[in-house]
Nanobody, 123 residues
Framework: QVQLVESGGGLVQAGGSLRLSCAASGSIFSITAMGWYRQAPGEQRELVADITSGSITNYGDSVKGRFTISRDNAKNTVYLQMNSLKPEDTAVYYC?????????????????WGQGTQVTVSS
């Protein structure tokens, strides 16, 4: 079992910044990728950013140049620094972690989602 704990959401004015954190714990053997997705009311869930174990990053077009994803492999934690926030960034942000759990001769893949954290940007 792998659990995720998200933190850092909240209310901020347009132009402001927030930092999200997501810590993974449990029977983790290795993590291949960690990422953030978001879902606004009435919209589909979309990729915000993800980062591989080799620190290769990928960003959604709408956040490029404003958001930065990073990870601390020792802490199994992923961060999302969000700058120059806009009202259209308002959404529930979900952490996603993928990898292998268990022991070396008995590995299972996992693809786990966090409970979501609300980010609201006022104009």
């Amino acid at each position: 079992q792998v659990q995720l704990v998200e933190s850092g959401g909240g209310l901020v004015q347009a132009g402001g910044s927030l930092r999200l954190s997501c810590a993974a714990s449990g029977s983790i053997f290795s993590i291949t990728a960690m990422g953030w997705y978001r879902q606004a009311p009435g919209e589909q869930r979309e990729l915000v950013a993800d980062i591989t174990s080799g620190s290769i990053t990928n960003y959604g077009d709408s956040v490029k140049g404003r958001f930065t994803i990073s990870r601390d492999n020792a802490k199994n934690t992923v961060y999302l620094q969000m700058n120059s926030l806009k009202p259209e960034d308002t959404a529930v942000y979900y952490c996603n972690v993928r990898g292998y759990s268990g022991r070396i001769y008995s590995l299972n893949t996992f693809d786990t989602w966090g409970q979501g954290t609300q980010v609201t940007v006022s104009s």
